[in-house]
């Protein structure tokens, strides 16, 4: 059974995106789970298709890559996700663990930053 969104994202991630609504009016675009939801936060969410990825990645501002940090299977991930969103010019957040160490170079272009604490992604300095 695969993944859904929110059971990949992290509680600090979920925290920080409310943060950031004090401060910042936003839209959250998903792709991968077309019934996706987040109370308070405003959400567009679409199914993945191969058609519309490409498509829906160039509407986003930065690449947000947020993954559990105490779940076995994120090691397995190969940071596919922020090289698509480098290879679009978008500036990435992602969680420090496994394959995002090696894909994503903190300070080079695009502006990237790979929080590693539990507060990390609200001083993520985007």
């Keep these: 059974m695969a993944a859904t969104v929110l ?9 920080f995106l409310k943060e950031l609504k ?10 991968g789970d077309a019934g ?17 990825e490409i498509e829906t990645l160039q509407r986003m501002d930065i690449g947000l890559y947020p993954l559990p ?25 992602a969680t420090a663990i496994g394959a995002n160490f090696r894909v994503i170079k903190e300070g080079e272009k695009p502006a990237s930053s790979l929080p590693r604490r539990k507060n990390g992604w609200k001083n993520s300095g985007f």
């Excluded at 059971?7 to 925290?15: A, E």
């Excluded at 936060?41 to 519309?52: F, G, L, S, Y």
């Design 7 to 15: 059971s990949v994202i992290s509680h600090c991630f979920i925290l």
């Design 22 to 31: 004090k401060e910042f009016e936003f839209k959250l675009l998903v792709m």
């Design 69 to 93: 940090l105490d779940e076995e299977w994120v090691y397995g991930k190969s940071g596919l996700k922020a090289l698509q969103y480098m290879a679009l010019g978008l500036p990435v957040i």
């Design 36 to 52: 996706f939801s987040l109370e308070g936060i405003n959400v567009e969410a679409h199914a993945w298709t191969e058609a519309k």
